[in-house]
């Protein structure tokens, strides 16, 4: 069972922000209702609609998951020790944030949240408090975005769930067998900072005169890989240095 949209869902190549930002805020309060968790029923939270349509906005933008992709970690060790390095307060707020947003969407989209080790959640909410921390060291204050951090720190399962809510019956993420095209779809979407990498790496080591073939055919298969995902990216013009005499 699923709701009609009353906002058009446009695709999102060529489409407008605001039209997407629409159509998923939709989404979101009509699953907010099939699941009885109403807007502003137990708290004030219309903000944290705004945030998670915003966030979920965001992730359709590979500039934005390639931002996010310097600082996400599967590892609390990583960002603390990041955390630790910066004299930044507003970095060390954006590392928080971003890893805790990522967990968000990783497992209210892409998994099972009820299945979920416990551990991906207290993280989750850990990386909330400290982001919204370091809002109030910032500002001074408590400010709104804090207050939304808040709200996703200590009602966490209540925003999981309407976002699995929301994959089920929406986004149909789940309800059969992920396809070999899906999953190249999904993987497009991923940061490209790793390939790139790889990439400059290797090319490093081609223009300090290395000349096998191997190292040719590997970077060629990196700038396919990348050109598919980052069209801006200078493949051809790169492709021309690799296979000149």
Do not use: C
Request: charged residues 25%; proline residues 4%; without cysteine.
């Amino acid at each position: 069972m699923s709701f009609d949209l009353d906002t058009p869902y446009y695709q999102i190549p060529g489409s407008h922000p605001e039209a997407t930002f629409g159509a998923i805020m939709e989404i979101l309060l009509k699953t907010r209702l099939k699941l009885h968790l109403e807007t502003n029923r137990e708290l004030y939270d219309e903000d944290v609609n705004a945030y998670l349509a915003g966030l979920l906005v965001s992730y359709i933008d590979p500039q934005y998951l390639h931002a996010i992709s310097e600082v996400l970690s599967a590892y609390d060790i990583d960002i603390f020790q990041a955390v630790a390095r910066t004299e930044d307060r507003y970095q060390a707020y954006w590392i928080y944030k971003v890893n805790a947003d990522d967990l968000l969407i990783s497992v209210g989209l892409f998994r099972k949240f009820e299945q979920q080790p416990k551990g991906q959640l207290v993280r989750m909410k850990r990386y909330y408090s400290s982001a919204s921390g370091y809002q109030r060291k910032i500002y001074g204050k408590t400010t709104a975005v804090g207050e939304i951090q808040t709200k996703l720190a200590e009602w966490t399962e209540r925003y999981l769930a309407i976002l699995a809510g929301a994959r089920q019956d929406y986004m149909h993420f789940v309800g059969h067998r992920i396809t070999s095209e899906e999953l190249a779809s999904l993987e497009k979407r991923l940061p490209l900072s790793k390939m790139q990498d790889e990439f400059l790496d290797l090319y490093s080591t081609w223009l300090k005169g290395a000349r096998d073939p191997a190292l040719r055919q590997r970077l060629l298969e990196l700038l396919e890989r990348i050109k598919i995902q980052d069209p801006t990216f200078p493949a051809d013009r790169l492709k021309i240095f690799l296979t000149s005499p």
